[in-house]
């Protein structure tokens, strides 16, 4: 019989984003383990394609104001750190043969690894000096009740894990101030059988650009002034600034599927990802398993997928991006060669590729005694881990 294995999300109002590590999880792996995710809310959409496959799935029943779900993530978020409610529902539902993976910062549980996608108020940090400033001014006041916040969490969560992976090195550093070690870095998965060249000889007649809370604009809007034409996807604001809804050279396309996304990617002459803050990032892993190279920030996530100079570029500030990106589009077409490098980068962050180290971690926990036994909570020791080399595959714990 196969182990017992949950999962635990944060609320499930779609599975892209956090929640698509789950998703690419549980489709890799439920062949070789019974799985079920438990998730303070999830819509009935989510709930029949986990279904689908097989997975059995909690919900523990919770239910947010909030409708996007990054607003419902920090609704979600706010109310554990303070109430423990979504604690106190998933022992309810908690079984005592069952082994836990927490990939959430809602459900405040202990586990056998806690796998840290990024705390909430080092963003807010990173966020607020690009707001107008009586906005901006509101969010540094509260920064310092965000990171309490945090503190009630990481003190409930990180105490009762015997192993604690980050989503990138990035990741984990931002837990320091926490004392948190973190034991290994396993990056995010991303489906290369969808994401990847559509066309043998792209079009690359405009650059395409991701516009959402954690990507500067300004940058973006810049380099359509400079004579780019720049295609834009996926926001999660519900108004977008004049300047990106009027320029004649700004192409906004809001939501696309993830058919039509590749295309984008593949034409592209090259992606520009001017983000503020991002722990990990999946739009230029996304671009570079179509092909096309990105242009972004040397630090955070990013940096540690980009490989500046083969597969992209690094800047560092608004002015250098803008400079850097008119100077690559005069260039004229990418090499072949270079789109050849990034496909090659891309595939270490392959389902296949990352869903082979995730098997390698289940298997190390269910060769033990449950999370939920009281032998299984330690203290963690207060020192913080390092992540493997920039270009070296990610090797878990345990593997």
């Known amino acids: 019989m196969s182990e017992r294995i949950a999962f635990l999300a944060d609320p499930l109002k779609d599975l892209h984003g956090p929640g698509r590590v789950i998703s690419l999880l549980t489709s890799y792996l439920g062949d070789d383990f ?40 920090a609704e ?4 554990e750190t303070l109430f423990q409610a979504n604690r106190k529902a998933w022992a309810q539902h908690a079984l005592p043969e069952e082994h836990v993976v927490n990939f959430s910062q809602t459900i405040a549980a202990p586990s056998e690894v806690w796998y840290l996608l990024g705390a909430v108020s080092p963003a807010i940090r990173d966020i607020a000096p690009s707001l107008p400033f009586g906005l901006r001014e509101g969010v540094r006041a509260m920064l310092p009740f965000a990171a309490w916040l945090d503190t009630n969490l990481i003190d409930m969560v990180a105490p009762t894990c ?20 973190v034991d290994g870095v396993l990056y995010p998965p991303l489906d290369t059988g969808v994401y990847r060249p559509t066309r043998p000889y792209p079009e690359e007649s405009y650059v395409l650009a991701y516009l959402g809370k954690e990507v500067d604009y300004r940058p973006i809007v810049a380099i359509a002034e400079a004579g ?26 809001r939501f696309v599927s993830e058919a039509e ?64 990106a008119l100077a690559l589009w005069e260039a004229g077409q990418i090499a072949p060669s270079v789109r050849r490098a990034c496909v090659d980068r891309a595939q270490s962050f392959s ?46 714990v345990g593997s």
């Open 34 to 73: 019974d799985l079920r995710v438990a998730s303070p809310s999830v819509s009935p959409g989510v709930r029949a394609e986990l279904e689908g496959r097989g997975i059995e799935v909690v919900d523990l029943g919770r239910r947010y104001h909030a409708r996007s779900s990054s607003f419902c993530f």
């Open 351 to 396: 389902v296949s590729r990352v869903g082979e180290q995730w098997r390698g971690v289940l298997r190390g926990i269910s060769s033990e005694a449950p999370s939920c036994m009281p032998t299984r909570v330690r203290p963690r020791p207060l020192a913080i881990g390092s992540g493997p080399a920039l270009e070296a595959a990610p090797q878990p």
């Open 162 to 181: 015997s192993q604690i992976l980050a989503a990138s090195r990035y990741t984990g550093t931002t837990y320091a101030p926490w004392n948190v070690r």
């Open 228 to 253: 780019i034409p720049v295609r834009i996807f996926g926001s999660k604001v519900t108004s977008l600034p004049q300047e990106v809804r009027s320029h004649p050279r700004i192409e906004v396309l």
């Open 76 to 79: 979600a978020w706010g109310r």
């Open 261 to 324: 996304l590749a295309e984008l990617y593949t034409h592209a002459r090259f992606t520009i990802f001017p983000f503020m803050t991002e722990p990990f990032g999946y739009v230029p892993v996304e671009s570079m398993a179509c092909g096309t190279p990105v242009l972004t920030y040397g630090r955070h996530g990013p940096s540690e997928t980009v490989i500046d100079g083969r597969t992209g570029w690094f800047c560092d500030g608004r002015e250098a991006f803008v400079r850097q």
